[in-house]
Structure formats: C-alpha cells, structure tokens
C-alpha cells in the first residue's frame, strides 16, 4: 500500500467522524487553495509500524460543536476522535496527545499528503494532512522470520502507556438533535441491557467484558478476548 493510498484512507475515515453539520468527502487540493500558514491546526503524532504527523484544519465545521460544549473544551478535543480514526488506518500503534498549534508551511512539505474536506458543493470546508515519519521494513518471508529479533523489537514497545476505553453502546443523531441535548435527555443506545462492553485501544476492539464496581469506581471484568486480523 502506498503513502498516498494509506493517506486518502485516513483523511476518508477522520471525514466521517468530523462532527460537522454538513457531510464531508476527501477531495484532492485545488492549487493554490491551501489554508494560510497562519491557520489554526490541530496536531498529533502517531507512533506504529508506520509513525506520521497528522493535522486538521477544521476550525469552521466544528464551531457549532465548540458552541455547544459551552467553551469548556478544546478543537483539540473535539477533533480527537476523528484523528484517532485516521490513526487507526495506519495499523497498530499509539496516537499522542493531540495538541493546537499555527499550520505554518506544514502542508508545503514535500513528503506531506495534502486532501481537502469538501461539502456537496465542492467547496473546501476542512483539511487534513499526513506526513509518514518511518515505516516498518516488511515482515520476511514465511518459514524465515527471526523470532529472537521480532522478540527484541516488541520489546522496545513493552513500556509504552495505551489508552484502553470500555464502550457500552453507540447511537447514532444528526447534529441538530446533538445541539439540543439537556440535562435529563435519555439516549436509546444499539446494545441490549446486560450485554458485555468491548474494550477499545486506539479505536480498535481488543476485548469485550462485564462492567463491575471496584470501590466505588466501574471497572470491567474481561470475558473474552477479540481476535486480531494477525490471529493473535
């Protein structure tokens, strides 16, 4: 898989999850049509198999998810999960603290793939932008693999912190009905009263369990462990 294809792939999964009041699709730049250095863009480093820079400018289509967090959050966190959602097209690895920062001439970069967010009309209304840092050098041959050696590299990896997340449901609203939600608004989630919750890193399930009360916290007793593609 190419950089540009791996790029494209991460820009369409990050559209998706863009709280934007209107839908987005990736589109190729039209010159000279780049956000100003001076842009605010929001920042995070992924660290993987394949390790890249990752950067949003999105300020205009999130301003009413901004309004309505009352002030109280960051673009930062707001863009979060759809970096983490680009981030998990890169493969394994881990997505660090997003942060906001001046574009400057990061989308001029040379070794920078560039995708503009476009509305129904064609018009640019976010961007985004992926610059691979380092990639992994492709697995051997089976029968030939180094086990020692694979051994040694994952070791490097042992005391990197992940973040685990326990999800008990999903649902699904348009923006206006996110917009109007009060204290006291019930939300109907698409899983069943009981059912275990999945454990997340990354975005990615890796586990599912019972949810459990540890000293007054909720913890979540593992039940079962999800298969990776890898069969591991």
Same mark, same amino acid.
């Given at each position: 898989?190419? +950089?540009?294809?791996?790029?494209?792939?991460?820009?369409?999964?990050?559209?998706?999850?863009? $709280?934007?009041?209107? $839908?987005? +699709?990736?589109?190729?730049?039209? $010159?000279?049509? =780049?956000?100003?250095?001076?842009?605010?863009? @929001?920042?995070?480093?992924?660290?993987?198999? #394949?390790?890249?820079?990752?950067?949003? @400018?999105?300020?205009?289509?999130?301003?009413?998810?901004?309004?309505? &967090? %009352?002030?109280?959050?960051? =673009?930062?966190?707001?863009?979060? !999960?759809?970096?983490?959602?680009?981030?998990? /097209?890169?493969?394994?690895?881990?997505?660090? +603290?997003?942060?906001?920062?001046?574009?400057?001439?990061?989308?001029?970069? =040379?070794? #920078?793939?560039?995708?503009?967010?476009?509305?129904?009309?064609?018009?640019?209304?976010?961007?985004?932008?992926?610059? @691979?840092?380092?990639?992994? $050098?492709?697995? =051997?041959? !089976?029968?030939? @693999?180094?086990?020692?050696?694979?051994?040694?590299? *994952?070791?490097?990896?042992?005391?990197?912190?992940?973040?685990?997340? &326990?999800?008990? %449901?999903? +649902?699904?609203?348009? *923006?206006?009905?996110?917009?109007?939600?009060?204290?006291?608004?019930?939300?109907?989630?698409?899983?069943?009263?009981?059912?275990?919750?999945?454990? *997340?890193? /990354? %975005?990615?399930?890796?586990?599912?369990?019972?949810?459990?009360?540890?000293?007054?916290?909720?913890?979540?007793?593992?039940?079962?462990?999800?298969?990776?593609? %890898?069969?591991?």
């Amino acid at each position: 898989m190419t +950089t540009l294809t791996t790029a494209r792939g991460a820009a369409e999964q990050l559209a998706a999850q863009i $709280p934007s009041a209107v $839908p987005l +699709t990736v589109a190729e730049p039209t $010159p000279g049509a =780049a956000p100003a250095a001076g842009a605010s863009c @929001v920042r995070a480093h992924f660290v993987g198999a #394949t390790s890249a820079d990752l950067m949003v @400018v999105a300020d205009e289509v999130i301003a009413d998810a901004i309004a309505a &967090a %009352g002030g109280d959050v960051s =673009a930062a966190e707001i863009l979060r !999960p759809a970096l983490e959602a680009a981030a998990s /097209n890169l493969g394994a690895g881990v997505l660090d +603290t997003a942060r906001v920062d001046v574009l400057g001439d990061a989308f001029g970069d =040379a070794d #920078t793939e560039v995708f503009a967010l476009v509305d129904a009309t064609g018009t640019a209304r976010a961007w985004f932008a992926m610059r @691979v840092r380092a990639a992994a $050098p492709a697995p =051997a041959a !089976p029968g030939h @693999v180094d086990a020692a050696s694979e051994r040694s590299r *994952m070791r490097v990896l042992h005391d990197v912190e992940l973040v685990l997340t &326990a999800e008990i %449901g999903r +649902t699904r609203l348009p *923006m206006r009905q996110v917009l109007d939600l009060v204290p006291g608004t019930v939300l109907e989630l698409d899983r069943s009263a009981g059912a275990p919750a999945d454990v *997340m890193v /990354n %975005g990615r399930l890796v586990a599912r369990g019972e949810v459990v009360v540890i000293d007054e916290d909720y913890g979540i007793r593992i039940s079962e462990i999800v298969a990776t593609d %890898g069969g591991h």
